[in-house]
């Protein structure tokens, strides 16, 4: 007779032990172990398991005698949403999307319902919410359900056989957290269960073609509940950012196998679902300050698509001892690293302030093109000196002070213009290669110590 017992289990590789650690011995990891509760014995009756991309033909190919699939991409109906994805939903593929509890995940997906519904069968599980629920938000977000299928239950066996009936070409799993089988004795949410269901739903996808996207919760930490080895079964994972107090959310890849992960998404979320911003840029800077000290646009790229963003620095005096350092948008240890170059090279007094870095809008930038753009902003903040407004600053900054070169410079002095910016800080190799943009007038920057030569001569710019 089998027994239960209860173990733990590393999140991240799936070690095992007997008791709760703190660092996993295996992979190193800190506070990655879960409970999890398992069989002594092995039943008689376990189903047996079989490769999740069976395909009929378990012997060895010639490499050379392999064909390139023709993958079928499908519009979702949101182009932005498209261009995360690489083009469209591609058949057979395995899709996670997280994100924090009420981002919109399940109003995405709803959405997207509407557009497939048109042209594929659409079965949407749902183990959350009831079908009178999901029917109120299709009212308001004015879905007609064409071809779209609900089916409200948790036990992956069930689904399965449900599917098979109504052999749909899109499955939507909201959520996968929320979903057993029965073949496994722990509660749905367990690593042992999440990674069973997501097993047999990405072996659907691939043994029928079916392209699948599943749901996935968020831990305290952000990052996506249950095993690590999730993320890695999967074709593509999606994650949703944005602050629920704020309009705006942007869906960026962590992986895509077939598409790049440097493109973005932006939404904003109104009364009637998630609208597209197809431009946000205009977005971004629609309520920027002006005549304001400490405020400088910075131009970042997001996959092929420039984007021009706000940063504010904020320099204050001190009342503590050790002066504090907050950046929202921009990596701390980013901001730390400019600090130190501009009170060694320059002779800015920042220790005995309290620095404030803040990006508009909630996007992150992690591109170095934005460090001659943060330089100006504290600059400009601590000696209350106001940057043009029609000025935009791209380049990024070494430890010696040097301004370096960037790519896409064209691309981004471009966009800057289309705005309306007149002035362009580039780094000297990027001045003297970018070709004449109508508009804007580029002038070149060879270390910091120009970013204050322009600053004393910004009332006289032909002197610079």
């Known amino acids: 007779m089998a027994g239960f017992k209860t173990v733990y289990i590393c999140s991240s590789c799936e070690y095992t032990s007997p008791k709760w650690m703190g660092k996993c011995p295996k992979c190193g990891s800190w506070n990655t172990f879960v409970e999890d509760v398992q069989e002594t014995s092995a039943s008689s009756s376990a ?8 395909s009929g033909d378990s012997r060895a190919q010639e490499f050379s005698r392999l064909e390139s ?12 949403l498209d261009r995360v ?25 709803l959405q997207i319902c509407d557009t497939l519904g048109a042209s594929y069968k659409v079965l949407y599980v749902s183990g959350e919410e009831s079908s009178g629920q999901l029917k109120l938000r299709a009212e308001r977000l004015r879905v007609s359900g064409e071809n779209l299928y609900i089916l409200t239950e948790t036990n992956i066996e069930n689904i399965l056989s449900e599917a098979k009936k109504i052999k749909p070409d899109v499955i939507i799993a909201d959520s996968v957290q929320t979903m057993y089988s029965d073949a496994i004795s722990s509660s749905p949410g367990s690593i042992s269960n999440v990674k069973e ?16 996207i599943l749901v996935g919760h968020v831990n305290k930490e952000g990052g996506i509940a249950g095993p690590k080895v999730l993320e890695h079964m999967v074709d593509a994972v999606l994650s949703f950012e944005g602050d629920k107090r704020q309009s705006y ?10 598409g790049s992960t440097n493109e973005i998404g932006v939404f904003e979320m109104t009364d009637i679902g998630l609208r597209q911003v197809e431009n946000p840029s205009e977005m971004l800077l629609a309520d920027r300050p002006t005549d304001v000290s400490g405020n400088c646009a910075v131009c970042t790229m997001e996959g092929t698509r420039p984007i021009v963003a706000e940063i504010q620095a904020l320099v204050t005096p001190t009342a503590f001892p050790a002066p504090r350092r907050t950046s929202n948008g921009i990596d701390y240890n980013r901001t730390c690293l400019i ?25 992150q930038i992690d591109e170095p093109a934005s460090d001659l753009g943060i330089a100006m902003a504290l600059i400009s903040s601590l ?26 410079i064209e691309q981004r002095v471009r966009e800057a213009a289309r705005l309306g910016f007149k002035e362009a800080l580039l780094p000297l190799h990027n001045a003297q290669s970018c070709p004449d943009v109508r508009g804007i007038k580029i002038y070149p920057v060879k270390n910091i110590y120009d970013i204050l030569k322009y600053l004393k001569n910004d009332t006289k710019k032909g002197e610079f």
């Open 47 to 54: 189903p047996k398991r079989t490769s999740v991309i069976h």
């Open 69 to 80: 699939p023709q993958y079928i991409r499908s519009a979702t109906g949101l182009s932005e």
């Open 85 to 109: 994805l690489g083009g469209g939903l591609v058949s057979g593929s395995a899709v996670l999307i997280s994100g924090e509890p009420g981002i919109g995940k399940s109003t995405l997906l």
């Open 197 to 212: 269901v997501a097993m047999a739903f990405i072996g659907k996808a691939k043994t029928e073609g079916i392209s699948v």
């Open 249 to 258: 959310r942007i869906i960026r890849a962590n992986k895509n196998r077939f």
């Open 339 to 363: 600090l130190a170059v501009l009170e060694k090279r320059l002779g800015l007094k920042f220790s005995s302030s309290d620095v404030y870095l803040n990006v508009i809008g909630g996007l």
């Open 383 to 408: 000696t209350d000196k106001k940057i043009p407004d029609t000025l935009i600053a791209i380049g990024e900054i070494g430890l010696a002070g040097e301004c370096r070169g960037v790519s896409n």
